[in-house]
């Protein structure tokens, strides 16, 4: 069965620290892999999306950056973090075409 | 930005009342999806309704589309507190299908 992996939970980084996320999915190959960020009771932004290794779309042009080194493998980075960064990152995956998305557990991302 | 928008905000309910929350979207999509979030966790899959189809049921979850006004609406029937969590729905578009978009969710509380 397929699984999808996040980490870490939980981050407090401070402001101007570079910022890595990982997400891994097992049991499945050539998914589409997203990042989504959710502000405090508020819904899902879609930041990035990839639909193969190398091939990134971005929605929100701003410090954030994503890379896919590998089919199964999904890293959410930033050079210098701002306080508005502070949030709940979201990986997910889906399968090829019109299906539903499967998510990570999140990562509380806290910048102070 | 965020392509569905769910209303209400918040639904505050009785054990074993029906609860209903309704998403709107803009724009031509081949399959909308239902999802639930508990604080804190990632999101779940629940429901995912064709743009042909009118109608879905699955358990106490029964959702209807009418793509002519570009709305759904989730019933929950019979609630229990365990229902307690957010639900969002999310959109695949028709022009992209590598793009999902989620609304900014009903907060849905259910009192034992």
């Known amino acids: 069965s397929q699984t999808i992996h996040q980490w870490p939970a939980t981050l407090v980084q401070p402001v101007g620290s570079p910022l890595s996320l990982e997400c891994t999915v097992e049991g499945t190959s050539n998914p589409n892999l997203y990042w989504y960020r959710q502000a405090a009771g508020r819904g899902l932004q879609l930041l990035f999306y990839?639909?193969?290794?190398?091939?990134i779309s971005s929605e929100v042009p701003q410090n954030l950056s994503a890379s896919r080194p590998q089919d199964r493998q999904f890293i959410l980075s930033s050079k210098k973090l701002l306080l508005s960064d502070s949030g709940f990152y979201l990986c997910?995956?889906?399968?090829?075409?019109?299906?539903?998305?499967?998510f990570g557990q999140g990562t509380r991302l806290t910048v102070v | 930005s965020q392509q569905g928008e769910e209303d209400p905000q918040a639904l505050s309910i009785q054990e074993g009342e029906n609860a209903t929350m309704n998403c709107s979207y803009k724009?031509?999509?081949?399959?909308l999806q239902w999802y639930r979030q508990n604080s804190g966790r990632g999101l779940v899959h629940l429901i995912l309704i064709r743009s042909n189809e009118r109608e879905k049921h699955s358990g106490r979850l029964r959702v209807t589309l009418d793509t002519s006004k570009k709305s759904s609406s989730l019933l929950i029937t019979a609630s229990r507190a365990a229902d307690t969590a957010s639900y969002f729905c999310?959109?695949?578009?028709?022009?992209?299908?590598?793009?999902?978009?989620f609304g900014a969710g009903t907060r849905l509380t259910v009192k034992p």
């Open positions: 990839s639909v193969g290794i190398g091939q």
């Open positions: 999310a959109t695949r578009w028709l022009a992209n299908n590598n793009d999902m978009r």
């Open positions: 997910a995956w889906s399968g090829e075409g019109y299906t539903e998305a499967f």
């Open positions: 724009t031509s999509i081949n399959n």
